[in-house]
């Protein structure tokens, strides 16, 4: 099994940048790939972007591209996603999720979850 820890969150005004962590445990993390969704009020969980075990692949939501980067330290066992640009419309509760069994863009496809860490852009 795989454990997940994300973190990094808070309250920024638009234009800002944040970066988020997530830090993992329980197997091997360097062989699995890694994804970070997100779930604002009344809405369904979202794909926000993926990353391969070595790093080589990765794909990006057309909402975020241009604006975030995600990236991983297989030393450190850590996924991070970098926020740049941020806007109101970003505002929602971030996750990591690891190991995906299909669809890298479906959240019902990904076997473990972090806690989620809560992201607020203000006007």
């Known amino acids: 099994q795989v454990q997940l820890v994300d973190s990094g969150g808070g309250l920024v005004q638009a234009g800002g940048s944040l970066r988020l962590s997530c830090a993992a445990s329980?197997?091997?993390?360097?062989?699995?790939?890694m994804g970070w969704f997100r779930q604002a009020p009344g809405k369904e969980r979202e794909f926000v972007a993926t990353?391969?075990?070595?790093?080589?692949?990765?794909f990006y939501a057309d909402s975020v591209k241009g604006r975030f980067t995600i990236s991983r330290d297989n030393a450190k066992n850590t996924v991070y996603l970098q926020m740049n640009s941020l806007k109101p419309e970003d505002t929602a509760v971030y996750y990591c999720?690891?190991?995906?069994?299909?669809?890298?863009?479906?959240?019902?496809?990904?076997?473990?979850w972090g806690q989620g860490t809560q992201v607020t852009v203000s006007s």
């Open positions: 999720a690891a190991d995906p069994d299909g669809n890298w863009r479906n959240s019902n496809d990904w076997k473990y």
């Open positions: 329980g197997r091997t993390f360097s062989s699995l790939p």
């Open positions: 990353i391969s075990w070595s790093g080589g692949t990765i």
